[in-house]
């Protein structure tokens, strides 16, 4: 039974361009949560989708943004980068929006230089 | 706002000793609280979780956690450490169901 599924693993990208990372959730699971997490910092929510749309948002700005496909997976987009935005980017998926039934991929590495 | 705090940024313990990592929250309610460990490079993976009940719980790789609401804490704890147990260890809290709030994280160093 596969868990989650991120690609790419790791990505080096420039300033000012934007990125594309997916997730693809566990089987049974049909909700996707973003987290971002900075160097020696916990994760931080990003969003969380739902029924293909976007449920609820953390404290990110509007480059940041995501899809749910039908399939349940899904999408984050980030416009503009910003050296700050290098990080860990981890996906959740979960059955329904129960946050206690997390599963976490290992992430994908982004690096802005 | 809600918050997590993990007061230690980095133990270090000897293979076989006993360990407790501290975890406090700041929120109105009693949240679900949750101990995650990340291995370097690695996802998380569920520790354990409480929600109510038995403030004391039980989770996977030997480890426990004690909910004690007068403290707003909620510290894991595991008798006998191994040297694979050395990762980075976060507190988390769980807010209506759709978002969890994580520590900064407890590096745990083990000794031969």
């Known amino acids: 039974d596969a868990g989650v599924t991120q690609s790419p693993t790791h990505l080096i990208k420039t300033r000012g361009q934007q990125v594309t990372l997916r997730c693809s959730p566990k089987?049974?699971?049909?909700?996707v949560s973003w987290y971002q997490q900075a160097l020696g910092q916990g994760p931080q929510f990003i969003f969380q989708?739902?029924?293909?749309?976007?449920?609820q948002r953390g404290n990110f700005p509007d480059r940041f943004s995501g899809h749910q496909y039908p399939n349940y997976s899904s999408e984050l987009n980030v416009n503009a980068l910003l050296l700050g935005d290098s990080a860990l980017y981890l996906c959740?998926?979960?059955?329904?929006?129960?946050?206690?039934?997390?599963?976490f991929g290992s992430g994908t590495r982004l690096t802005v230089v | 706002a809600q918050s997590v705090t993990q007061p230690d940024i980095h133990i270090t313990v000897s293979e076989g000793a006993s360990l407790e990592l501290r975890c406090n929250y700041s929120?109105?309610?009693?949240?679900?609280l949750f101990w995650y460990v990340q291995s370097p490079g690695q996802g998380l993976q569920l520790l354990l979780k409480?929600?109510?009940?038995?403030?004391l719980v039980q989770g996977i790789k030997g480890f426990e956690a004690e909910f004690k609401r007068s403290q707003s804490s909620f510290n894991l704890r595991k008798p006998s450490v191994h040297w694979s147990d050395a990762a980075e260890y976060f507190c988390?809290?769980?807010?209506?169901?759709?978002?969890?709030?994580f520590g900064t994280g407890t590096r745990l160093q083990v000794f031969p």
């Open positions: 929120y109105g309610a009693t949240p679900y």
């Open positions: 959740a998926s979960s059955f329904g929006r129960e946050s206690y039934g997390y599963t």
């Open positions: 988390a809290v769980g807010l209506n169901t759709d978002k969890l709030i």
């Open positions: 409480y929600f109510s009940g038995d403030t």
């Open positions: 989708y739902y029924e293909e749309e976007e449920r």
């Open positions: 089987s049974g699971h049909d909700t």
